[in-house]
């Protein structure tokens, strides 16, 4: 058994336990911002209508975002006085898209 929203674009995923009368479903929630704090409140629904919405969850906390990429790279190449390559690449950071992490110092 497997449940969609359409509206909310959520998809469950089928049955993963079932211990007398409780069942674990799972689900993936799709659109959301990094490093965010969401609660969720759930109804079962079916053909013969909506049920009653349940309390809210506690307050879940979504993962970080990947930084976004540096723009304005730029590599140096010299050979130093004991014949090594030496190769410096300096950069700075670009900006942070919708839940994108936020200012980090340039390398």
């Avoid at 079932?18 to 479903?25: I, P, W």
Wanted: with cysteine.
């Amino acid at each position: 058994l497997a449940a969609k929203n359409p509206a909310s674009g959520v998809q469950w995923s089928p049955l993963l336990a079932q211990s007398g009368r409780e069942a674990l479903y799972g689900a993936k929630v799709d659109g959301l911002l990094a490093d965010a704090r969401y609660c969720f409140v759930l109804a079962a629904s079916n053909a013969m209508g909506t049920g009653r919405w349940g309390m809210a969850s506690q307050p879940m906390l979504t993962a970080c975002g990947a930084p976004p990429p540096p723009t304005s790279a730029v590599a140096t190449v010299c050979v130093d006085d004991k014949q090594r390559v030496v190769v410096t690449v300096n950069w700075e950071i670009g900006r942070p898209s919708a839940g994108g992490v936020g200012s980090v110092p340039s390398h």
